[in-house]
DNA sequence: TCAAGTCACTTTAACGTTAAAGTAAATCTG
DNA sequence: CAGATTTACTTTAACGTTAAAGTGACTTGA
């Protein structure tokens, strides 16, 4: 192994002090023309690359971000952390991913490993995280900046939020339904969690606002996965009269929900029209494309990105609050809703 | 901001040395019943973290490993990285992320990055990167390990490789074609790349051994993008007497095909049979759900982590060659094929 | 009983970098 | 032309940790 290139080596070649090597590549001003072409020169022939474990030690940064997600194969957080990747990469910063795999217990280790690594921000992606408030306030408190995505737990974690707006989701979806002619809009709810609720909140006030009648058992517990909405589809097929239109919690759901419509012999859209949220990949390639409501995972990591780079960055602006951006969703109709 | 707990604060407090504090809590032999069990008890006080950055620089070990990506949008990297950070992060390991984008302008820039960052060893999964040979062979002489995950250029870097059984890939996908009664049997090819070029050898090979005719125009120049299998049907199309079946180099081509066969309003599987290769996501959901040929990624990222994990590792045995482990293939049988 | 261990520590130095303070020599100022 | 200032550096210390060498006190063995 060839010897590593430090500053030693450069300013005992040249016989300079460290710090004259130090402040040439630093572009401080009290370095004479003349050394700072030898030094350049130098550091040039023996392709010196500074040891940034050195400087972080020194300068108390490492820029270097924490993400902990809880599932990699989940297209959803994969898509953040594209847009997370691009812009903290832009910037200077590496990403040091984790997997939680939904398991607090994992991710207080995630969370802890990054502690040790002095990350110098966590975006926290985790769909349920309780009981970790402690060592998140701990972070915080020690200078670490924390984005949450798509969550509004912890609520005495001063941290920002990137999150979309979940009752206008619901909104979207049903009120699309609504203008396709539909009045028999049945709801197959997601799990209980806030994001899932507010979503039928948008379902409810879409309903209201446009005077459609909202019958109670048409909201039927579903969750966030494809047998749930097959088994809540199952459900609503048995009441008569038959609802003419479904919107399920998410896409998986609604995939789930078409199953159970087609192995009744019916047809979508033509006999019920389904909305799902999501938009996952592929979602136009099925056998009947999936109408959805979208919107950018990728904006959603990129500002995610933004938001705890400005507050930890050099550039960093004088402290300010906890910031909350809201990613506006937006309709994507294709062919299950009779939407095209 | 309170101060930070470090090793000199125990010591401190406690009236000992910092070398103290560091053997207890590396569990070195030469320290008293008594003293070991004060440290413990103040630095459980105190909770105590180490400084990962200070350890590395003393240790020159980072426990990280730089992972290079072309695209994290694709879920064929994203799955060999879940496989990844399963086995590193059991072994204390942490993922620096890197997405290159398919450009080696990137991947260089990213190669140094994690370079200067010290990173253990890198994982290679870049698709192309002609020209970087010389960073990578840097980066092996200063004893970071090297994987590369699906690759066989850079014959003259020294590191180790998981590649899948392309010829395999191939063979499987045309011998069930040939199994399922078909005698006309067109390939899309991919890209000009090693990979791809694999897939049609075992296109021709299985032909060959089942004694079924191989047509030169039927062996059509593809790509591994949806509209490239589009484009290759449409050709195969045109042909008289028609195929009737095709193994597409992968699944987005293949989806592709399927696309231009419904619109010359003929059938999947009953007119053409379809197998593609790679599994991806979703691709049971399809309209017509599309047979395929698989591997595991997760085992390919899984491998990948543990080849570069025993080479660099602390445990790492003495110096060993260049290892190579191949992942094999397997067929998914689904209705494009007829096979289900 | 005294040299040779052993035990339980401490001291010193190092990893590669930067910040802060120090210092000669050259230059300006009135 | 003496004192103040500027220029172009160097010295010292620090970041938090570990490795290697050192050091007394106490034990062992013949």
């Known amino acids: 192994m060839p010897p590593t290139t430090t500053m030693k080596r450069i300013a005992g070649e040249l016989g300079v002090s460290i710090t004259t090597v130090s402040k040439v590549l630093n ?28 400087r972080s030690l020194t300068l108390r940064r490492t820029h270097t971000l924490g993400v902990v997600i809880p599932d990699l194969m989940h297209s959803f957080f994969v898509e953040i952390v594209a847009g997370l990747e ?12 984790c997997s939680s795999n939904e398991d607090p217990g994992k991710e207080r280790q995630e969370l802890d490993m990054l502690r040790q690594r002095q990350v110098d921000g966590v ?46 989701v619901g909104r979207l979806a049903t009120a ?38 909202l019958r109670a058992d048409w909201m039927v517990r579903g969750g966030f996965k494809e047998a749930d909405g097959y088994r809540a589809m ?3 097929l048995a009441m008569k009269p038959r609802v003419d239109a479904v919107f399920a919690a998410n896409d998986p759901a609604a995939i789930g929900a078409m199953k159970a ?39 959603q990591g ?11 960055g050099e550039d960093a602006a004088r402290p300010r609050g906890p910031q909350r951006v809201v990613i506006p969703p937006h309709l994507v109709a294709r062919r299950s809703s009779g939407g095209r």
Chains 1, 2 share one sequence.
């Open 86 to 97: 691009a812009t903290a990469s832009a910037r200077g910063y590496g990403l040091l991913l």
């Open 176 to 213: 699309h339904l609504i203008d396709q002619g539909r009045r028999a809009i049945a709801h197959i709810t997601g799990p209980s969690i806030v994001h899932a609720k507010r979503r039928a909140d948008g379902y409810r006030a879409a309903l209201k606002a446009k005077g459609v009648k």
């Open 234 to 236: 199952k459900k609503l």
């Open 261 to 299: 419509i087609w192995e009744a012999r019916l047809r979508v859209p033509e006999d019920i029209a389904i909305v799902g949220a999501g938009d996952i990949a592929l979602g136009d390639l099925l056998r009947v494309p999936l109408s959805t409501v979208s919107w950018s995972r990728e904006d």
């Open 123 to 168: 975006v926290l992606g985790s769909a349920n995280a309780a009981g970790n408030t402690d060592l998140l306030q701990q972070l915080t408190s020690i200078g670490v900046g924390i984005v949450m995505i798509d969550r509004d737990d912890h609520p005495d974690v001063r941290c920002d939020r990137v999150v979309t707006d979940d009752e206008e």
């Open 27 to 54: 572009n401080r001003e009290d370095i004479g023309h003349a050394t700072r072409a030898r030094v350049l020169a130098k550091v040039a022939e023996l392709g010196y690359q500074p040891n940034a474990v050195a």
């Open 302 to 312: 990129r500002s995610a990105a933004e938001l705890i780079l400005d507050r930890i």
